[in-house]
């Protein structure tokens, strides 16, 4: 399992994504869950995935291997819509599936798959999709400004309470960190490093990708406030008079 998150700012757009597989007492692996293709000044494309690992890296490598394709063949380098990329990546989500599902169906093995796909391509105004696992999408709107994916549900309540499109970057990025520390304390899946990206709009190059690592300052400052800050709240708040 893993957890990814990502915003569509009115100031640009934010994706992070813990880097935890295989999680179990004795066997935790770590793998990059963000793909990021990169042409400056004229499109950045990032794709976060979760699900069955081997299904979501063979979609990146049908990507890559189409984006060297013959001549005059639409690629994720050559689309003039992100909406075109999104449908690429969701038909290469069905290839896999058609060629590797029926195997490990045999064994019992989810193949199941989601993505996000986010970014922007000269032209066009940001845009994010949420890629379902049959290869159909949702995007996103000023209404629903983010996707989430993966072991969402326990993070989600922090970026439900705080961010709007208006939100500065910092202060997202401080809410997307504060919902990983969530997931991470209530689901051994999701765990560390986490990448983040920031996306500054209509800068058709990457801002901020950094990596956050067990031991990281702020990581540590935020994970210790924020369960300290709810310790204290939860102190202040009365009691229920009628168990008094």
Same mark, same amino acid.
């Given at each position: 399992?893993?957890?990814?998150?990502?915003?569509?700012?009115?100031?640009?757009?934010?994706?992070?994504?813990?880097?935890?597989?295989? &999680?179990?007492?004795?066997? @935790?692996?770590?793998?990059?869950?963000?793909?990021?293709?990169?042409?400056?000044?004229?499109?950045?494309?990032?794709?976060?995935?979760?699900?069955?690992?081997?299904?979501?890296?063979?979609?990146?490598?049908?990507?890559?291997?189409?984006?060297?394709?013959?001549?005059?063949?639409?690629?994720?380098?050559? &689309?003039?819509?992100?909406?075109?990329?999104?449908?690429?990546?969701?038909?290469?989500?069905?290839? @896999?599936?058609?060629?590797?599902?029926?195997? !490990?169906?045999?064994?019992?093995?989810?193949?199941?798959?989601? !993505?996000?796909?986010?970014?922007?391509?000269?032209?066009?105004?940001?845009?994010? $999709?949420?890629?379902?696992?049959?290869?159909?999408?949702?995007? &996103?709107?000023?209404?629903?400004?983010?996707?989430?994916?993966?072991?969402? *549900?326990?993070?989600?309540?922090?970026?439900?309470?705080?961010?709007?499109?208006?939100?500065?970057?910092?202060? &997202?990025? *401080?809410?997307?960190?504060?919902?990983?520390?969530?997931?991470?304390?209530?689901?051994?899946?999701?765990?560390?490093?986490?990448?983040?990206?920031?996306?500054?709009?209509?800068?058709?190059?990457?801002?901020?990708?950094?990596? @956050?690592?067990?031991?990281?300052?702020?990581?540590?400052?935020?994970?210790?406030?924020?369960?300290?800050?709810?310790?204290?709240? $939860?102190?202040?708040?009365?009691?229920?008079?009628?168990?008094?």
């Amino acid at each position: 399992m893993t957890y990814c998150v990502a915003l569509l700012l009115d100031s640009g757009m934010l994706f992070a994504s813990d880097s935890r597989t295989n &999680a179990g007492v004795d066997h @935790i692996a770590t793998f990059s869950k963000m793909k990021v293709f990169e042409r400056k000044d004229d499109r950045v494309m990032v794709l976060l995935s979760s699900g069955n690992l081997a299904v979501t890296q063979g979609v990146v490598n049908i990507l890559d291997r189409h984006a060297h394709a013959e001549p005059g063949k639409e690629t994720i380098w050559t &689309a003039r819509s992100l909406y075109d990329v999104a449908c690429m990546v969701g038909d290469a989500l069905r290839e @896999i599936q058609r060629r590797d599902g029926p195997h !490990l169906m045999q064994s019992n093995i989810d193949f199941a798959a989601n !993505l996000i796909l986010g970014g922007q391509i000269a032209g066009e105004p940001p845009r994010l $999709f949420n890629i379902y696992s049959q290869g159909n999408f949702i995007e &996103a709107t000023p209404e629903t400004l983010y996707f989430q994916i993966g072991e969402s *549900k326990y993070g989600k309540p922090v970026i439900d309470r705080v961010v709007t499109s208006a939100t500065p970057v910092a202060e &997202a990025a *401080k809410s997307v960190l504060i919902s990983f520390d969530s997931t991470i304390r209530s689901n051994i899946s999701v765990g560390l490093p986490i990448e983040l990206l920031w996306y500054p709009r209509e800068s058709l190059r990457v801002g901020v990708h950094k990596r @956050i690592v067990e031991g990281d300052p702020y990581f540590t400052m935020l994970r210790q406030g924020w369960g300290g800050g709810l310790r204290r709240v $939860f102190g202040e708040l009365p009691n229920p008079d009628w168990l008094s």
